[in-house]
């Protein structure tokens, strides 16, 4: 579980450096033993909200529910954003640009 913490405050400081210098609007985070939250906003328009929590304690079907979000402005102007849960059943994005099986 401490992998899954580090490796998504890593992916939230990934998502907010930027090579043309933009700079962190906001940076929020929550980090406790059984659930964590965090949100980053840059200047050039990217988001990302991630809330999780532990499922099952202490039993052997024990994971990490994860319920977040993350907005970026694409080449074309346009400003795309994915809402997921990653959780026992996977990864699930949905967005407007993305296909649905």
Known sequence: MKFIIVF???FALALAANPQDAETLRYESNVEPEHYEFAVETSDGKTFEEQGHVED???DDEAIA???SYS???DDGQTY???YVADKNGFQPQGAH???A
Do not use: M, Q, S
Request: a positive charge; zero cysteines; aromatic letters at 6%.
């Open 57 to 59: 304690l202490g039993t």
């Open 98 to 100: 993305l296909p649905v």
């Open 66 to 68: 994860v319920k977040g």
């Open 8 to 10: 998504v405050a890593l």
């Open 72 to 74: 970026y402005v694409g």
């Open 81 to 83: 954003t994915v809402n």
